[in-house]
């Protein structure tokens, strides 16, 4: 076999791949058409998330559902974060909270619950006191007060935005696959966490929890919004892509127990590096899982 001929194959069909993903900026004769594919183009374009394999429950040997928090301060998790400010940048480019908030606006995101354990069901409507408020200002209140109609521009509107998602919190399985032979992880569900908007203007807001994605019924949606990837622009990674494959930096707050599924920091206080310490405590304990099934 003519293993150069095979190379260089793989190479051409990764730089096709790279060139496409350039969205015809290459072919385009000016900006309006950036973006615009053909119809054979669009017919070829077959890509699809990949999908999950059917797991037994018999298969699962052993099982841990941990709650994690993404900070969106620390570096690596930025490509969840940005862009924040859409006015100056392509339609293409959007951060993950604007993702899900537009689809679960147009009703193409169903699967929205209240809370992580995904039992109560929540629409659009339920969340708008959640997402935006509306004050008065003084001047305002002096027209109520003289019986006068509230002029327009004494009404502020307070609207949450993505630069105002200070965490990411995800649900996941740990579990050993006892046909495959390996520890494997399955993102369960996500949630936006940004400060509560009625107290958005003090000096340390409550965070809170806006709304929890069940994410394998987002997966299709998340699979076509794309993330910026600092190592090749070129090729940019899905939101799909990069949560399945933890490509972010998460700690785990809370895990199930007979405690009734407490938090770490129910029983670790005031302490931010016992904090930490507990976290890894867990995640380790979950790694070593893996290597004990190994153990005769």
Do not use: C
Request: cysteine-free.
């Amino acid at each position: 076999m003519n293993w150069r001929v095979v190379i260089v194959a793989v190479v051409s069909a990764f730089v096709s791949q790279e060139i496409a993903a350039q969205a015809n900026i290459l072919n385009a004769k000016k900006p309006e058409e950036i973006g615009l594919r053909t119809e054979a183009q669009k017919a070829a374009d077959n890509d699809k998330p990949l999908p999950y394999g059917y797991v037994d429950d018999r298969d699962i040997l052993w099982s841990k559902t941990v709650w994690e928090v993404i900070d969106l301060n620390e570096r690596i998790n930025f490509p969840l974060l940005y862009p924040i400010d859409t006015i100056d940048m392509s339609s293409d480019r959007r951060s993950l909270y604007d993702v899900l908030l537009k689809n679960f606006k147009d009703g193409t995101l169903k699967d929205v619950y209240v809370d992580s354990y995904f039992t109560e069901r929540r629409s659009f409507d339920d969340l708008r006191a959640t997402l935006s408020k509306i004050d008065t200002l003084d001047a305002g209140y002096d027209q109520i007060n003289a019986g006068e109609e509230v002029s327009p521009e004494f009404i502020v509107r307070r609207d949450l935005t993505a630069a105002d998602i200070a965490q990411y919190r995800i649900k996941g399985i740990w579990y050993f696959d006892i046909r495959q032979g390996e520890l494997k992880y399955r993102l369960l569900g996500i949630a936006p966490v940004a400060p509560d908007v009625n107290f958005i203007d003090n000096d340390e807001p409550a965070l809170v929890e806006l709304f929890w994605v069940w994410f394998p019924g987002a997966r299709d949606i998340l699979h076509e919004a794309k993330a910026f990837n600092n190592r090749n622009s070129a090729m940019p990674i899905s939101f799909d892509h990069l949560l399945n494959s933890r490509r972010f930096n998460a700690m785990i707050y809370k895990e199930d127990n007979v405690y009734g599924d407490r938090m770490v920091e129910d029983y670790v206080h005031d302490n931010a590096l016992f904090l930490l310490l507990e976290s890894n405590r867990i995640r380790e304990s979950i790694r070593d899982r893996e290597q004990d099934m190994w153990s005769y």
